[in-house]
């Protein structure tokens, strides 16, 4: 993971002119102050609007964060947030999250042969992710992962793959597949 955040950086330093810091998990706890309203200070979502973010990726929550910092993802509470961060914050605060672990169950009866083929492969049959570069589903309240595939679907957020994959997704199976994702037990753990 650190590998791909001095990548992300180092993409900065080029845009920005600015020199790029090693991330400090310390440092983004406290910044965490500012997030656990919503996200929960161990990255286990307080409201249900809000997502799930511990123990996922570092380059996709620092990607997510830019995403909201430049507008290229748009949303009322996030965009705020976002802006009121710089670069170097919102990779402490990556790097914080990112260093809690993401562990799911799937429900009783199932097992990884009933999770949606289409997404397996990125995002795991119990959704932990496979990439650096795509978040954890698990356990995600189902509207929150409709919502966002409907985003996808209908341009209003954009992602060079997950773009075409909405793209061809009808509501019934979003609905299914966000049901299965949500389904899934998370459970998060603090770093050690
Ligand atoms: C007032 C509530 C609120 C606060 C405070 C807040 N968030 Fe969020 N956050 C949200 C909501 C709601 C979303 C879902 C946005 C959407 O629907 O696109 C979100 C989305 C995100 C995402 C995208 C996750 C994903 O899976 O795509 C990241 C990363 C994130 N927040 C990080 C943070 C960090 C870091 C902070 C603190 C610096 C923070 N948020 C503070 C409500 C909040
Ligand atoms: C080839 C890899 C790949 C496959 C296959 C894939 N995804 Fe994704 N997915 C990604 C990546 C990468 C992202 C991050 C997008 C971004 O940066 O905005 C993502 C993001 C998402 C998000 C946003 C989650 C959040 O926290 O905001 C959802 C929901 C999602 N994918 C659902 C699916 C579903 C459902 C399928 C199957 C129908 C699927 N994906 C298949 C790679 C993949």
Redesign the pocket.
């Known amino acids: 993971m650190k590998g791909a955040a001095t990548l992300i950086l180092g993409g900065l330093t080029l845009a920005g002119g600015l020199p790029a810091q090693a991330d400090d998990p310390a440092a983004g706890r406290l910044?965490?102050n500012?997030?656990?309203?919503?996200?929960g200070l161990d990255g286990y979502a307080q409201?249900p609007?809000?997502?799930?973010?511990g123990g996922?990726p570092q380059a996709?929550?620092e990607a997510?964060?830019m995403a909201?910092k430049t507008g290229a993802?748009?949303?009322e509470?996030?965009s705020i947030?976002?802006a009121g961060?710089s670069a170097q914050?919102?990779s402490d605060?990556?790097a914080w999250?990112a260093e809690h672990e993401a562990s799911a169950t799937l429900p009783d009866g199932t097992d990884a042969g009933d999770a949606p083929g289409a997404c397996v492969a990125c995002h795991g049959a119990d959704g932990l992710s496979t990439l650096l570069d795509a978040?954890?589903l698990a356990g995600?309240v189902n509207i929150?992962l409709d919502?966002?595939l409907k985003?996808f679907r209908s341009g209003q957020?954009q992602h060079e793959i997950m773009s075409g994959i909405a793209a061809d997704l009808t509501d019934d199976q979003i609905r299914d597949i966000a049901d299965w994702y949500a389904n899934v037990k998370l459970e998060i753990s603090p770093p050690d």
């Open positions: 910044i965490a500012m997030c656990r309203t919503c996200h409201i609007i809000a997502p799930h973010i996922e996709y929550l997510q964060l909201f993802r748009e949303h509470m996030m947030v976002a961060l914050q919102i605060v990556a999250y978040p954890n995600e929150y919502t966002q985003a957020r």
